[in-house]
């Protein structure tokens, strides 16, 4: 089981830019596809991001492609998500999540606690 803890979340105003971090506990963390999910109140849980374990491979979803970049230091067993021209339906609870094999679904095996963006506008 990996454990993960999300970092950087915080209350920016539309435009402005946030950088989360997650970081994972476990040693084998550069053999896991590493996605971003967010969860906005009233609203199902939804794809963001996924960048596969070696970073060749990475997928957005259409609502952030071209604003938020994924990335990753196997080093240091963290996954970013940088996150520029924020705007106000950005605002949600981010997750990281880990898994085997690189997915836009739900299906992921672990889960951070989340770390909470708000975006005034």
């Known amino acids: 089981q990996v454990q993960l803890v999300e970092s950087g979340g915080g209350l920016v105003q539309a435009g402005d830019s946030l950088r989360l971090s997650c970081a994972a506990s476990e040693r084998t963390f550069s053999s896991y596809a590493m996605g971003w999910f967010r969860q906005a109140p009233g609203k199902e849980r939804e794809f963001v991001a996924v960048?596969?374990?070696?970073?060749?491979?990475?997928i957005y979803a259409d609502s952030v492609k071209g604003r938020f970049t994924i990335s990753r230091d196997n080093a240091k067993n963290t996954v970013y998500l940088q996150m520029d021209s924020l705007k106000p339906e950005d605002t949600a609870v981010y997750y990281c999540?880990?898994?085997?094999?690189?997915?836009?679904?739900?299906?992921?095996?672990?889960w951070g606690q989340g770390t909470q963006v708000t975006v005034s506008s």
């Open positions: 960048i596969a374990w070696d970073a060749v491979r990475v």
């Open positions: 999540a880990a898994r085997r094999r690189i997915s836009t679904g739900p299906d992921y095996d672990d």
